[in-house]
C-alpha cells in the first residue's frame, strides 16, 4: 500500500520569502508524483507531476519540486511567495500501473503568507 | 479546458434521506472519483470507477454507494444520511497520467 505524510499542517512565511512544503512517501513500486493547490471554497487544481525524467518539476504560478527516489521525498518549493499563493497543498501519490491512476493524497498543508 | 461540474455547492439534508450527489465531465474520461475532505485528515476515497456501470470501492466505502450509467456521469449515493457524512465532497475525473480535475465541491451538512 501506498502512503503520503505531510509533515507540516500550517506554514506561515512572510511575503516575498522563500517557502518549501515538505512531502514524503511510502510505496513498494515505482510511483508518480503529484502536488495540488486548493485556494478557499474551491476544487482542487493540479501545481505539478512528476512522471519520469528530470527528477525537477516545474509547475504553474512558479512552484517548483524536487523528485528523491532515496529519500522517498517529493517536496515543493518557491523561492519568493505571494500573497495569492495563501492556500492548502495537497501531495499525492499513485503506482506507475498504466490505466490504474488512483491517487493517495496527504492531509495538507495550509500555507499562510504574512504581508 | 476539461470540466467537472457538481450539481450542488452546498446541501443541507436531515438524518436518514437518501441523498444524490451529481458529477458530471465533459471530456470523455474514463476514470472518475469520489473524496471526502474533513480537516485534518486530507482527502479519502470512497468509491471509484473506470468505465460505465464499472465500480470499486475506494478506502472508506460504508454508507455510500455510487452509480455510473453513462461516462460523463458519476453519481454518489448516501442510503440514509448520517450527521458523520456531514463534510465536503469532491469529484473528480482523470485520463491516464494527466492528474485528475476537480470539481468545485459540494459542502453537504446533515442535521
Known amino acids: 500500500a501506498q502512503s503520503v505524510t505531510q509533515l507540516d499542517s500550517q506554514v506561515p512565511v512572510f511575503e516575498e520569502a522563500p517557502v518549501e512544503l515538505r512531502c514524503n512517501y511510502s510505496?513498494?513500486?515505482?510511483?508518480?508524483l503529484f502536488w495540488y493547490v486548493q485556494y478557499p471554497n474551491q476544487g482542487l487544481q493540479l501545481l505539478l507531476k512528476?512522471?519520469?525524467?528530470?527528477?525537477l518539476v516545474k509547475g504553474i504560478n512558479g512552484f517548483e519540486a524536487e523528485f528523491n527516489k532515496s529519500q522517498t521525498s517529493f517536496h515543493l518549493r518557491k523561492p519568493s511567495v505571494h500573497i495569492s499563493d495563501t492556500a492548502e497543498y495537497f501531495c499525492a501519490v499513485s503506482h506507475s500501473n498504466f490505466g490504474n491512476e488512483k491517487l493517495t493524497f496527504g492531509t495538507g498543508t495550509r500555507l499562510t503568507i504574512i504581508p | 479546458d476539461v470540466k467537472v461540474t457538481q450539481s450542488s455547492r452546498y446541501l443541507v439534508k436531515r438524518t436518514g434521506e437518501k441523498v444524490f450527489l451529481e458529477c458530471v465531465q465533459d471530456?470523455?474520461?474514463?476514470?472518475m472519483f469520489w473524496y471526502r475532505q474533513d480537516p485534518g485528515l486530507g482527502l479519502r476515497l470512497i468509491y471509484f470507477?473506470?468505465?460505465?456501470?464499472?465500480?470499486e470501492k475506494g478506502d472508506i466505502p460504508e454508507g455510500y454507494s455510487v452509480s455510473r450509467e453513462k461516462k460523463e456521469r458519476f453519481s454518489l449515493i448516501l442510503e440514509s444520511a448520517s450527521t458523520n457524512q456531514t463534510s465536503m465532497y469532491l469529484c473528480?475525473?482523470?485520463?491516464?497520467?494527466?492528474?485528475?480535475?476537480f470539481g468545485s465541491g459540494t459542502r453537504l451538512t446533515v442535521v
Open positions: 512528476y512522471l519520469s525524467g528530470s527528477t
Open positions: 510505496s513498494s513500486v515505482s510511483v508518480y
Open positions: 471530456m470523455d474520461h474514463e476514470n
Open positions: 470507477s473506470y468505465d460505465v456501470k464499472m465500480k
Open positions: 473528480a475525473s482523470s485520463y491516464r497520467t494527466d492528474g485528475y480535475t
